[in-house]
């Protein structure tokens, strides 16, 4: 995955992808993804919206026999996407880094080490973050043609959109930055 880990310009880099209605891929619909990383290599995104469930962070910490000696709030394990989905992912806010830190942008960066899990649970992590297991992957040009197949739109990321816990109504919350009536969209594909 390190290979999709540079910026480039022209990219999705940082951005939300938010699933149009008609998404036909029930693991996607109505979802909001915040992408890490794009270029020409591919994609990277984490689901923002949508919880694992089954799994809570102390559990998750419990299996790793990581202790919890400062951790003030339960954390909700979101479903980062399908790839890799035993694999666990931190999109946090940028004042925190460790040396495999991928700062997407001067707000938010994405870690991926035990480490970062640690200082959750001792209460020394970022400000603001989301857990995530699994993420969201596209080849070279999948993204590009899923977009223009109308699958996908994408929209500035506002960090408190991003962070905040109100899961239920992101989706809608993300087309409406857009300034965007959901009941005007439509799932076909139009070209000039």
Not at 71 to 78: A, Y
Not at 145 to 168: C, H, K, S
Not at 169 to 175: P, T
Request: aromatic content about 8%.
């Amino acid at each position: 995955m390190t290979e999709f880990y540079q910026e480039s310009d022209g990219y999705l880099t940082g951005q939300l992808l938010i699933a149009m209605p008609g998404m036909r891929d029930s693991r996607f619909a109505r979802t909001v993804i915040y992408i890490c990383a794009h270029n020409q290599d591919g994609a990277m995104g984490l689901v923002i919206n949508r919880l694992v469930g089954a799994i809570t962070f102390p559990d998750l910490l419990s299996q790793l026999d990581i202790e919890q000696t400062g951790l003030k709030d339960d954390i909700p394990v979101h479903f980062g996407g399908p790839v890799e989905s035993g694999r666990g992912f931190v999109l946090h806010s940028a004042e925190y880094a460790q040396e495999s830190t991928l700062q997407v942008n001067g707000e938010i960066s994405l870690t991926a080490s035990i480490d970062i899990l640690r200082d959750i649970a001792q209460g020394q992590g970022p400000l603001r973050q989301i857990m995530a297991l699994g993420y969201a992957g596209w080849g070279p040009g999948q993204l590009d043609n899923e977009i223009q197949a109308n699958g996908w739109l994408n929209a500035v990321a506002d960090q408190e959109l991003v962070f905040d816990g109100g899961l239920d109504d992101k989706w809608e919350r993300a087309i409406a930055t857009l300034g965007v009536d959901i009941t005007n969209l439509s799932d076909a594909a139009g070209h000039a």
